[in-house]
């Protein structure tokens, strides 16, 4: 049984992951990915192999560390072999974690349309066609940055938490701020689904994923630690290769 790592760096925090085959059996979030939190990963679990992605800063450190202990390690960047086709017009700007999460719901629901909504810091919208290949999508503001933007860009407007109460209709200046935040996402999520073949499947993730997923009026499949799944499937299938 060999073990895999996938560590995903993203804006605001890193979700790592460890792996028997397909299976997850650690699945952690840090504010801060530190040696720390490394060194104790590598003496808990007889990690063989391990794939690193950031969208922020980039961590030789960690790299190091993992190549010193003896895991087979590897960096997702825009050179790396997919078991999906890119047809993006400006693959060297598309977003390491857009690849991972398109391949992770992919690996689930292989021959059928799908669309990956990873709603975090950002939210990324990403299709993927039935037969493997991702041909784009969008991005958007997510909750938090929203309301942020709402407070920074007026005079009035207070900074609230994006959790709470979501009316259809507020009634206060707080609860009509949430509900314009968050069911400005879910009907941009309804959009997007109604473009799509009837028998598309709708793969929820990121830290909102959950939460929006449940305030849906069709059926989605959330998968915690999306990315990290895709992250996964992509190390997996370099091993193979």
Known sequence: MELSLTIDQGNSSAKVAVWDQSTPTVLANYEALTDDVISNLIARYNIDRAIYSSVA??????????????????????LTPLPIAIDYSTP?????????????????HRGREILTVDAGTAITYDRVT????????????????????????TVQLPLIS?????RLWGNSTESAM??????????????????????????????????????????????????????NEILIYNENI
Not at 60 to 78: C, F, K, S, V
Not at 92 to 108: K, N
Not at 141 to 152: D, E, S, V, Y
């Open 178 to 231: 949430r509900s314009g935040a968050v069911n400005g996402v879910l009907a941009e999520i309804t959009y997007y689904r109604s473009k799509l073949p009837a028998d598309a499947v709708i793969v929820m993730g990121g830290g909102w994923g959950y939460e929006l997923s449940q305030k849906l009026d069709f059926i989605t499949d959330y998968q915690e630690g999306l990315v990290n799944r895709g992250l």
């Open 92 to 108: 060297d700007t598309l977003g390491v974690d857009r690849i991972a999460a398109a391949v992770g719901a992919w690996s689930l």
């Open 130 to 153: 039935a037969d493997g290949h991702y041909i784009g999508g969008n991005i958007a503001p997510g909750i938090g940055m929203r309301l942020k933007a709402l407070n920074q860009f």
């Open 162 to 166: 994006g959790r709470g109460e979501v």
């Open 57 to 78: 800063e980039h961590h030789d450190q960690l790299l190091l560390m993992l190549q010193q202990a003896g895991i087979r390690t590897m960096e997702l960047n825009r």
